[in-house]
């Protein structure tokens, strides 16, 4: 299994709150990513990043943003949480090579916002 | 608008018999696809995938096929097994656009032994 991990695993917070998840990789791999899933939706990404400090937005960006200042770490940041982030969101990583390249994912974050 | 589609949201089967999962996708540029595996409470894991050059792909149990000119890809599972019993997503992967992914809806797949 890669070593993908996520914190918080769950987590409840207000509307207007902001919150910050956080992934984290012992792989080494350079590109990383942030996905919602939602019932009907599937898995939609937000943000990734292809090395530190180079970061991308994905098709459901707004209301996200993203950090990554360690190839280990990649943040994502709900600066003012609205319901409609409810939602659990995913970690994964990936890495070049010849071709196209599979995505390992973390463990899921489950996020309330209330 | 969701350009990777599973009109199946679930799917059940029994065991030892054959588990054929579809998948559409609207947009020409992709060139390569992935099939991901879902358990409750955990993360997708990859399963198998396909590059458009290719029209099959398979691994084992499952076989992917590609159908370019109906923009249409398929998992076959043989024989399902009661632990296939998950939530599987395809994928599909655009002429250079790095690494961006776009999901299906996934479908729900059960094995009754």
């Known amino acids: 299994d890669a070593g993908i991990t996520q914190s918080p695993r769950h987590k409840v917070t207000e509307t207007g709150t902001p919150v910050t998840l956080r992934c984290h990789q012992t792989?080494?791999?350079?590109?990383m990513y942030w996905y919602r899933q939602d019932p009907g939706h599937g898995l939609r990404l937000i943000h990734y990043?292809?090395?530190?400090?180079?970061?991308d937005k994905g098709e459901v960006s707004d209301g996200y943003s993203v950090s990554r200042s360690k190839t280990e770490d990649f943040l994502l940041t709900l600066e003012s949480a609205t319901s409609s982030q409810t939602s659990v969101y995913f970690c994964?990583?990936?890495?070049?090579?010849?071709?196209?390249?599979?995505?390992?994912f973390g463990p899921g974050t489950r996020l309330t916002v209330t | 608008d969701q350009q990777v589609k599973q009109n199946s949201p679930s799917l059940s089967v029994q065991e030892g018999r054959i588990s054929i999962l579809n998948c559409d996708y609207t947009?020409?540029?992709?060139?390569?696809f992935l099939w991901y595996k879902k358990y409750p409470a955990e993360g997708p894991t990859f399963l198998i995938s396909i590059s458009s050059i290719k029209d099959k792909n398979e691994d084992g149990r499952f076989t992917v096929f590609l159908n370019k000119s109906a923009k249409h890809l398929s998992l076959h599972i043989v024989p399902s097994q009661p632990g296939d019993s998950a939530v599987y997503f395809c994928a599909a992967n655009p002429t250079n656009t790095g690494n961006q992914f776009y999901f299906g809806t996934g479908t729900s797949l059960t094995v009754i032994p």
């Open positions: 947009n020409s540029m992709f060139d390569y």
């Open positions: 792989e080494n791999h350079r590109y």
């Open positions: 990043s292809y090395g530190v400090k180079d970061t």
């Open positions: 994964a990583i990936s890495e070049p090579g010849t071709g196209i390249y599979e995505q390992y």
